[in-house]
């Protein structure tokens, strides 16, 4: 992105207060200047150009420690002092320059990076502590370390939030651990370092999101296999190291990240109603949805979750058929269709675990299979092995209605 500083802006206001004496670069930012006339602001994901002499001379003082008084002193005999002062307004608005005095650490450049003052971070992760508890597995203090580095306040006991640390979502003991605290009205989180597919979140706010009851019932659908091996308390012989200890730090590292994140932005977060995964074999990030179900035994309505309630009838209304596509009339678009629902696609807490196009010859062919699995639960390993199977299959004259 390139600002001219012969193309005024109409930058917002700011102070003489704020703009104070001592200034220097936003943390988040290398700064290299391009004689005669450009300045690059360089972040690995954002880059700017300053273009003007007047950015080149102030970008070679401020680098240089200078304070705000003495720059235009020593510019205004080449420049207007009313230019000066707009060129040091606009880098201030866009915070490409920040009070000298404010926090210039690792930390601060990355909260910079993602948009947010660091002073306001730092008061954010003042004002909230975490406990961490783990069950049966180890790597609490690695996570506590990893914290440390974005200034998360770590408690032993009587901390704002929570942190389950857990080799399984699934563990035995979170329903006690969830149960416990629904009736304290405790937000708290999970944490699973382990395996190859570290996962955090999501965070658990009683009445305001899904409970762990919740997860249990979307994850167990899409873990048919482990359902299975439980209920028919299979003998372990054998158990994988993965299951109960780190692969390295990065579990502990994104876990971290992502709750720092959280607490910085003042809880302004996807980890309220979302999973976050690594997948360490392909190096890729995930988000899953984690919604309330309304029938939930732990946090549902109770005339909902009661078995023996009258059956509500679905209410039909006449609608009109806005879209008209390959001769079918439709109230809703497929597009719109596929992005309202498209969150339910998830191997982890999905409906729907995977949607994949099937592969054609055929540029023109739109054709998709869905993995799922809606068959009762099995009881035998042939009928297991039968329901994983079940696939449905779709077509269309295009992508979305395929």
Not at 96 to 109: I, K, Q, R, T
Not at 273 to 278: G, N, P, R
């Amino acid at each position: 992105m390139t600002i001219d500083v012969s193309k005024p802006l109409a930058p917002k206001p700011v102070s003489q207060e704020r703009l104070g004496n001592a200034l220097r670069f936003a943390p988040n930012f290398s700064v290299y200047v391009l004689p005669p006339d450009a300045v690059c602001l360089y972040s690995e994901d954002r880059k700017f150009f300053l273009r003007g002499a007047l950015y080149c001379a102030l970008a070679e003082r401020i680098g240089a420690g200078e304070d705000a008084d003495a720059i235009r002193q020593a510019l205004s005999a080449e420049f207007p002092v009313d230019s000066i002062d707009e060129a040091f307004k606009r880098l201030l608005d866009r915070r490409f320059v920040v009070p000298a005095g404010a926090s210039d650490g690792v930390a601060a450049g990355y909260w910079a990076s993602l948009g947010l003052q660091p002073e306001v971070a730092e008061k954010n992760l003042q004002k909230v502590s975490v406990q961490i508890e783990a069950l049966g597995i180890s790597g609490a203090r690695e996570l506590e370390k990893a914290l440390g580095v974005f200034g998360v306040k770590v408690v032993k006991r009587g901390g704002d939030l929570t942190i389950a640390l857990v080799g399984d979502y699934l563990e035995g003991q979170l329903a006690e651990f969830n149960r416990r605290r629904l009736e304290a009205k405790q937000d708290w989180l999970l944490v699973q370092p382990s395996g190859v597919f570290p996962l955090v979140g999501p965070i658990f706010s009683p009445g305001k999101s899904a409970c762990w009851r919740c997860l249990a019932d979307r994850m167990n659908w899409n873990r048919q296999v482990k359902a299975f091996l439980g209920r028919k308390e299979a003998r372990c012989i054998a158990v994988s190291p993965l299951g109960a200890n780190p692969l390295g730090l990065s579990g502990a590292g994104i876990a971290a990240a992502e709750i720092a994140k959280a607490i910085a932005s003042g809880f302004r977060t996807d980890l309220h109603h979302h999973i976050v995964s690594l997948d360490m074999m392909g190096s890729t990030v995930a988000r899953h949805y984690v919604p309330a179900r309304p029938q939930c035994p732990s946090c549902g309505d109770p005339e909902l979750r009661d078995p023996a309630r009258t059956p509500t009838p679905i209410p039909l209304h006449a609608g009109s058929a806005s879209v008209v596509t390959s001769g079918g009339y439709r109230s809703v678009a497929p597009s719109d269709t596929l992005a309202r629902n498209r969150k339910h696609v998830s191997p982890l807490t999905g409906v729907v675990s995977h949607l994949d196009r099937i592969q054609s010859q055929q540029p023109l062919d739109a054709s998709f299979i869905a993995r799922h699995n809606f068959s009762p639960r099995p009881e035998t390993v042939d009928a297991l092995q039968a329901g994983l199977s079940g696939d449905s299959y779709g077509k269309g004259s295009v992508a979305e209605q395929g």
